[in-house]
């Protein structure tokens, strides 16, 4: 017996490395964190999926960001004066410099501002920050940025815009700065070997807190039992994106322990409105009765996911409370689709390795026993994003998301969802548009959380999205990991220490 076990162990440790080329074993030298994906983009302006955005984010400063505790706070900015309700002056540090040497500057920032709301550069993010109508360095230390009108998620989104070099985006064209992207954050990039890891190296001549890690690897794992088992097997240091089975394992096996917080993201079914049977009310209504959110949440995911009942989560700006959506009630979704003409059709389910295939399988079972004909389609992340962000005629028909916008404002989530000019969204609703204009520009948080009562009342009323549950964010670490957990699921290696 013991023999066999040496023999499985090798077997195990063998596939992995087919898998995995990468076989130095984890240390303080070396952080290796496993990612289901990866990255679709490393231009910061270009996607900002969590693959994406767990590597690049320790590439890149932003003008402000939040520490572990949510808070706001300045990072290349580090004062800001409001000169006018559309207006804020903001006094960039002068002691920073860009992986290549170069100094960040005013410049940059204006830059990476104008980049990412310039229409033509099409940015995924657009409607995040197209708020922001000009943005001019005054001098070399001061930025002023211009919004079209008053705009008071901006800050929130503004932890999540990237500085990036003028002069090198500017010489080298946007395809290669995505190759080789040129940071000021605490790590440089390295090395991308697409498909299987992106290496990245610590910039010790970093401006704030550096990493201790000399190097870190993020790589491509799509299977979830084959992160933790690297995490067991001393290959891994971090597994990011488990469930509740793999908590389970490593607790029981005393090999790593798990992190688990509550986080901003919520799951949701999204459906396009436009498209055959989801142009149909009574179908959307059947959808919303047919999914056990509560069974999903406890009993398959079972790491402190909440049922919610509306597309944002307790820890956005935006919650309201007392919104109810329609009760699970099968027998009643069940009789709607059998009456409904054309409600039985075929009809794909999309999702992506990422997500917990699990709930999107039990999505799939409680859909087709009151009578739906779903069939799942598995597709990667980029491509996924390509259908879910190209508009209503190329937005599937159903597809499982999760989403968080990492701003913790609810204008991050609702906006790009359900507004009519964004690509993500399929429904073209006056009364959403207007409630969300306003809760994006009104300066009273009363005002804005009754737009927002509005929409989410909407929504609901005409089933145009099937919130399900506020995700928590599981990750798997070695002993001598020690990480906080953040609602914005941010993995910031300059704050995370390794004690031996």
């Not at 395809?175 to 390295?190: C, I, K, Q, T």
């Amino acid at each position: 017996m013991r023999s066999y076990r040496h023999i499985l162990a090798g077997i195990i440790i063998a596939a992995t490395s087919i898998a995995l080329p990468l076989q130095a074993q984890a240390s303080k030298d070396l952080f290796v964190i496993d990612l289901p994906g990866e990255p679709s983009s490393l231009d910061p302006h270009v996607q900002w999926n969590p693959d994406s955005y767990n590597v690049y984010r320790n590439v890149f400063d932003n003008l402000v960001t939040r520490d572990d505790a949510g808070k706001i706070v300045p990072q290349i900015a580090t004062s800001w004066d409001y000169l006018s309700d559309t207006k804020i002056r903001f006094k960039i540090r002068d002691d920073v410099t860009f992986h290549d040497g170069t100094k960040l500057t005013a410049e940059d920032v204006a830059f990476s501002v104008k980049r990412i709301t310039d229409p033509k550069f099409a940015s995924p993010q657009l409607g995040q920050f197209n708020q922001i109508t000009d943005a001019i360095a005054d001098d070399p230390a001061t930025v002023t940025l211009t919004t079209n009108g008053p705009y008071p998620p901006l800050f929130a989104q503004l932890v999540k815009l990237s500085i990036v070099p003028k002069t090198v985006v500017e010489k080298v064209g946007k395809d290669a700065f995505n190759l080789a992207p040129v940071g000021s954050g605490p790590y440089r990039f390295e090395n991308w070997q697409r498909g299987v890891e992106v290496t990245l190296a610590r910039n010790d001549a970093y401006w704030g807190d550096k990493g201790v890690f000399p190097k870190a690897v993020f790589r491509a794992v799509p299977d979830a039992a084959t992160r933790v088992a690297n995490l067991q097997a001393g290959a891994s240091d971090l597994a990011t994106y488990l469930n509740g089975d793999l908590v389970a394992q490593i607790d029981a096996s005393g090999k790593g322990k798990a992190l688990v917080g509550n986080t901003e993201r919520v799951a949701y079914l999204g459906m396009n409105v436009t498209k055959a049977p989801l142009d149909k009310p009574a179908v959307r209504e059947a959808i919303a009765m047919a999914i056990d959110k509560v069974g999903i949440a406890e009993g398959i995911l079972a790491t402190g996911e909440k049922p919610v009942p509306e597309i944002a989560s307790p820890a956005h700006l935006g919650w309201v409370e007392g919104i109810e959506a329609l009760p699970f009630d099968a027998a009643k979704a069940k009789g709607i689709i059998s009456s409904t003409p054309g409600a039985d059709a075929p009809v794909k389910l999309l999702t992506s390795p990422v997500y917990d295939q699990r709930v999107v399988q039990a999505i799939q079972q409680m859909l087709n026993d009151v009578g739906m004909k779903i069939e799942i389609e598995m597709t990667d992340m980029p491509n996924w994003l390509k259908q879910m962000q190209g508009g209503p005629g190329v937005i599937p028909a159903i597809a499982f998301s999760r989403w968080s916008c990492g701003c913790q404002d609810a204008d991050g989530i609702l906006y790009p969802l359900l507004h009519s000019s964004s690509g993500w969204s399929s429904i073209k609703d006056a009364e959403i548009d207007q409630a969300l204009d306003l809760a994006r520009k009104s300066l009273s948080q009363e005002e804005r959380l009754a737009a927002y009562k509005t929409v989410h009342e909407k929504v609901n009323a005409e089933n145009l999205i099937i919130p399900l549950y506020q995700a928590s964010v599981v990750y798997g670490a070695a002993e001598q990991v020690s990480f906080t957990p953040t609602p914005n699921e941010s993995i910031f290696l300059n704050r995370v220490v390794w004690k031996d």
